[in-house]
């Protein structure tokens, strides 16, 4: 049965897989140039709890621009944060350079799982999927997809996170050893198109007939996933500080600690909010201060309200930072909540 699973799920992948900028044609070798887990391991960085839809520009921006992973480990830490701004969960982007720098310092991408792993942010998920699709070696990819896909094809009821382990062991039955980064990639596909999260297509589906939640017609109630926890309510305030040269009008920028949120991103000041904790609303400098109002903004860990203030100054705050041209503040990178602070002041 299992063999027939990914025979079907194979041939329907021929028919129907993706077009992707960082994909092989279905039943070719992989390329043999460091150009090509180059890009897949980058794409699946970028993919970790991000749209496809929302990848595709970044993607298309890195390798232009870093069309190689030592041209990557060669670029300024800031322009590479810079690049990355608006795609989120930025600790992926600091676990990026550092991974970038290692494989070039050991001359390229290692081929097996085990050694994968050992590069810095790369989990058991991406090991394995860069082994499988750029080395086409034999290893079980699991994602989120993959997961919803197994789970209903034999009916795996028992609740996430225990289910995960019998979900890889099933993974690992219908795992062939060639073509096993195909058969990870239509597992992909058909869980993003077909066995979707909600409302799932059966009649469409190429495993319907071996897919035994279908049979017991609970198909779309898998997997089972555990409630979600409320996200806290956070506080903070974000400073703008503006001066003029000639006929230019500058904002104070400053660039956040490399660890903890948004770490290396460029920023405004703010007022020390965090996930765990409100702001204190001290501003960095003494003066009258006008409300702009505020932005909404979900991070992964929480809800943030952040107050837009702003004053004209000729005075620097104290600490680092730079004034930069507001005609060209599109190019400073800035993460996406403060983006929105930006467009507030500028609306």
Same mark, same amino acid.
């Given at each position: 049965?299992?063999?027939?699973?990914?025979?079907?799920?194979?041939?329907?992948?021929?028919?129907? !897989?993706?077009?992707?900028?960082?994909?092989?044609?279905? *039943? /070719?070798?992989?390329?043999?140039?460091?150009?090509? &887990?180059?890009?897949?391991?980058?794409? /699946?960085?970028?993919? +970790?709890?991000t749209t496809v839809a929302a990848v595709k520009p970044y993607f298309e921006k890195f390798t232009s621009t870093w069309?190689?992973?030592?041209?990557?480990?060669?670029?300024?830490?800031?322009?590479?944060?810079?690049?990355?701004?608006?795609? *989120?969960?930025?600790?992926?982007?600091?676990?990026?350079?550092?991974?970038?720098?290692?494989?070039? +310092?050991?001359?390229?991408?290692? @081929?097996?799982?085990?050694? =994968?792993?050992?590069?810095?942010?790369?989990?058991?998920?991406?090991?394995?999927?860069? !082994?499988?699709?750029?080395?086409?070696?034999?290893?079980?990819?699991?994602?989120?997809?993959?997961?919803?896909?197994?789970?209903?094809?034999? !009916?795996?009821? +028992?609740?996430?996170?225990?289910?995960?382990?019998?979900?890889?062991?099933?993974?690992?039955?219908?795992?062939?050893?060639?073509?096993?980064?195909?058969?990870? +990639?239509?597992?992909?596909?058909?869980?993003? %198109?077909?066995?979707?999260?909600?409302?799932?297509?059966?009649?469409?589906? &190429?495993?319907?007939?071996?897919?035994?939640?279908?049979?017991? *017609?609970?198909?779309?109630?898998?997997?089972?996933?555990?409630?979600?926890?409320?996200?806290? /309510?956070?506080? *903070?305030?974000?400073?703008?500080? /503006?001066?003029?040269?000639? @006929?230019?009008?500058?904002?104070?920028?400053?660039?956040?600690?490399? %660890?903890?949120?948004?770490?290396?991103?460029?920023?405004?000041?703010?007022?020390?909010?965090?996930?765990?904790?409100?702001?204190?609303? @001290?501003?960095p400098l003494d003066g009258e201060w006008e409300d702009l109002g505020a932005v909404r903004h979900t991070f992964s860990? !929480?809800?943030?309200?952040?107050?837009?203030?702003?004053?004209? %100054?000729?005075?620097?705050?104290?600490?680092?930072?730079?004034?930069?041209?507001?005609?060209? =503040?599109? @190019?400073?990178?800035?993460?996406?909540?403060?983006?929105?602070?930006?467009? =507030?002041?500028?609306?």
């Amino acid at each position: 049965m299992t063999a027939s699973i990914s025979d079907t799920l194979l041939h329907w992948y021929d028919a129907h !897989a993706r077009d992707l900028p960082w994909r092989n044609p279905p *039943g /070719e070798d992989s390329p043999t140039d460091q150009a090509w &887990p180059y890009r897949v391991w980058l794409s /699946e960085v970028m993919l +970790q709890q991000t749209t496809v839809a929302a990848v595709k520009p970044y993607f298309e921006k890195f390798t232009s621009t870093w069309p190689t992973v030592f041209d990557l480990a060669a670029a300024e830490d800031e322009a590479i944060m810079a690049a990355w701004a608006g795609l *989120g969960y930025y600790s992926r982007a600091r676990n990026l350079v550092k991974c970038a720098r290692v494989v070039a +310092q050991r001359g390229g991408f290692p @081929e097996t799982e085990g050694e =994968l792993r050992e590069l810095p942010g790369l989990g058991a998920y991406t090991a394995a999927a860069i !082994a499988s699709i750029a080395f086409s070696q034999r290893a079980v990819v699991v994602d989120a997809n993959v997961e919803r896909v197994v789970s209903r094809l034999f !009916a795996i009821e +028992q609740p996430l996170p225990g289910a995960r382990k019998p979900i890889r062991a099933r993974a690992e039955e219908i795992t062939p050893t060639a073509r096993a980064g195909d058969l990870a +990639q239509a597992m992909m596909d058909l869980g993003s %198109s077909v066995c979707t999260t909600k409302s799932p297509r059966c009649l469409l589906c &190429p495993l319907s007939e071996s897919c035994a939640a279908r049979a017991k *017609g609970n198909a779309d109630t898998l997997p089972v996933k555990p409630p979600k926890k409320a996200k806290p /309510e956070r506080k *903070g305030t974000a400073f703008w500080i /503006e001066r003029r040269e000639g @006929e230019r009008a500058h904002v104070w920028l400053v660039r956040r600690e490399g %660890s903890g949120m948004l770490g290396g991103m460029r920023a405004l000041p703010d007022d020390g909010w965090t996930a765990r904790e409100d702001g204190t609303g @001290e501003p960095p400098l003494d003066g009258e201060w006008e409300d702009l109002g505020a932005v909404r903004h979900t991070f992964s860990h !929480a809800h943030l309200t952040l107050k837009v203030k702003r004053i004209r %100054s000729d005075n620097a705050p104290p600490g680092e930072g730079k004034w930069w041209p507001l005609a060209t =503040l599109e @190019e400073a990178g800035l993460p996406s909540v403060f983006a929105k602070a930006v467009r =507030l002041r500028l609306a």
